[in-house]
């Protein structure tokens, strides 16, 4: 069974510019999740998907961040424009069915964004 | 008070040693208990999952809950250096689909 896909590994971009950054999740997975994880913390999910459905979007800074999960399949999340403190590892996980805390979540390799 | 506190670390330890990672709660409505496992420059992995309260063993691996304490700990037996990586509790309820991290503890185990 393939594992979750992410594209770019890596990112290197000025502050003020765009990044997009696509995940392919674990195939039939449901339910699908984008966490930021600064260095030395923990991940923080910024928006979770059930299908093509947003479940929690709450921590999501929607002035700047916007994702989208399209046939509910792959996803995108955008950052418009980059902040400084946008610099982390974007994680992005799947589940097979509703997303529940007890469900296990499988997630791809990230990818790193340096912003300058 | 956070929800979930864990110490960073970083840990080290000799190859064969017994390691203890903790981690307490504050929510006593907590019901899923998690330990990932996450590699340098790989995404988090699950590796013990544990439901209410009591204990679970694999392999090496025993995973720890108290939820009189609120209190959740990982133990691995025989470390190998195989094993260095960042530990991370995730503990969650059937309320809330959000499960709630802690900050990891890098360990290092040196042969």
């Known amino acids: 069974e393939a594992g979750v896909a992410q594209s770019p590994r890596y990112k290197i971009i000025e502050k003020r510019q765009s990044v997009a950054f696509w995940c392919n999740p674990i195939?039939?997975?449901?339910?699908l999740y984008w966490y930021q994880q600064i260095l030395g913390q923990g991940p923080k999910l910024l928006i979770q998907?059930?299908?093509?459905?947003?479940?929690?979007d709450s921590q999501l800074p929607k002035d700047r961040f916007s994702a989208e999960r399209l046939k509910g399949v792959d996803s995108t999340l955008k950052i418009q424009p980059a902040k400084l403190e946008d610099s982390a590892v974007y994680l992005c996980?799947?589940?097979?069915?509703?997303?529940?805390?007890?469900?296990?979540?499988?997630f791809g390799p990230g990818t790193r964004l340096l912003v300058l | 008070q956070k929800e979930v506190e864990q110490d960073p670390g970083p840990l080290s330890v000799p190859e064969g040693a017994i390691v203890s990672l903790n981690c307490t709660y504050s929510?006593?409505?907590?019901?899923?208990f998690m330990w990932y496992r996450q590699y340098s420059r790989k995404g988090p992995e699950l590796l013990m999952y544990?439901?209410s309260s009591g204990n679970k063993e694999d392999g090496r691996f025993t995973a720890q809950v108290d939820k009189s304490s609120k209190y959740i700990s990982l133990f691995i037996r025989d470390s190998q250096p195989s094993d260095s990586a960042t530990y991370l509790c995730?503990?969650?309820?059937?309320?809330?689909?959000?499960?709630?991290w802690g900050l990891g503890t890098s360990l290092a185990v040196n042969p």
């Open positions: 544990t439901y």
């Open positions: 996980a799947s589940s097979p069915w509703t997303g529940g805390a007890g469900e296990t979540q499988y």
């Open positions: 995730a503990i969650g309820t059937s309320g809330n689909r959000k499960l709630i």
């Open positions: 998907f059930q299908n093509n459905g947003v479940v929690d």
């Open positions: 195939s039939g997975h449901a339910t």
């Open positions: 929510n006593s409505a907590f019901q899923y």
